[in-house]
């Protein structure tokens, strides 16, 4: 398995707060992306990395903010969260532009 | 705008036959194709990358097809087991995209 993690797995949180999800890979990929799952919509891309400081925006970006400051995380937050941010969410990463994808365990975010 | 259908959404089979999962797609100006299968409430695990001009790719029991021009791809799961329950899920990265568009995904039951 490649050796990606998220963190936290489980999380609670109210309508109005900043909140911060965490992926972090030992493969050392270029590539990362955040993707969330919904029921009815599948998992689709919220925000990626094609590098150190280098990220643009997915599908879904809109309430969503990135960083990545070194190669092994990148860091999606959620700027003020809503009830419709309530998801599973999952980091990938790859270790060039088009190459198979590998994705972490995924964290469950529950906006009440 | 690449849309991605898998049908049957659920499948029930007896362990020990074979079977075959299907993707379709919108349009056939794809990279790749990439199946994986995700076990409730776990991430998704990669098992076949399929190149735009590669047929088909073999790993183990699963063999899974690529016709580009009809828009299909269909994974193949030979003598299967009750250990291949799961849902699995298909997702084309159309050419120069970053993001992964999936399917809704099949959900597997083997049934001892």
């Known amino acids: 398995d490649a050796g990606i993690t998220q963190s936290p797995r489980h999380k609670v949180t109210e309508t109005g707060t900043p909140v911060t999800l965490r992926c972090h890979q030992t493969e050392n990929h270029r590539y990362m992306y955040w993707y969330r799952q919904d029921p009815g919509h599948g998992l689709r891309l919220i925000h990626y990395?094609?590098?150190?400081?280098?990220?643009d925006k997915g599908e879904v970006s809109d309430g969503y903010s990135v960083s990545r400051s070194k190669t092994e995380d990148f860091l999606l937050t959620l700027e003020s969260a809503t009830s419709s941010q309530t998801s599973v969410y999952f980091c990938?990463?790859?270790?060039?532009?088009?190459?198979?994808?590998?994705f972490g365990p995924g964290t469950r975010l529950t906006v009440t | 705008k690449q849309e991605v259908t898998q049908i049957p959404a659920a499948l029930s089979v007896p362990e020990g036959e074979n079977l075959v999962l299907n993707c379709s797609f919108t349009d056939s100006a794809i990279y790749n194709l990439q199946w994986f299968r995700q076990d409730p409430g776990k991430g998704l695990t990669s098992l076949l990358l399929?190149?735009?001009?590669?047929r088909e790719q073999t790993s183990g029991r699963l063999n899974a097809s690529l016709d580009k021009s009809s828009g299909r791809s269909t994974l193949y799961i030979a003598a299967s087991q009750p250990g291949d329950s799961a849902t699995y899920l298909c997702?084309?990265?159309?050419?120069?995209?970053?993001?992964?568009?999936f399917g809704q995904g099949t959900r597997l039951t083997i049934n001892p």
């Open positions: 399929i190149q735009s001009s590669q």
């Open positions: 990938a990463i790859s270790d060039s532009w088009g190459n198979e994808q590998y």
């Open positions: 990395s094609y590098g150190v400081k280098d990220t």
């Open positions: 997702a084309v990265r159309d050419q120069g995209a970053q993001k992964l568009v």
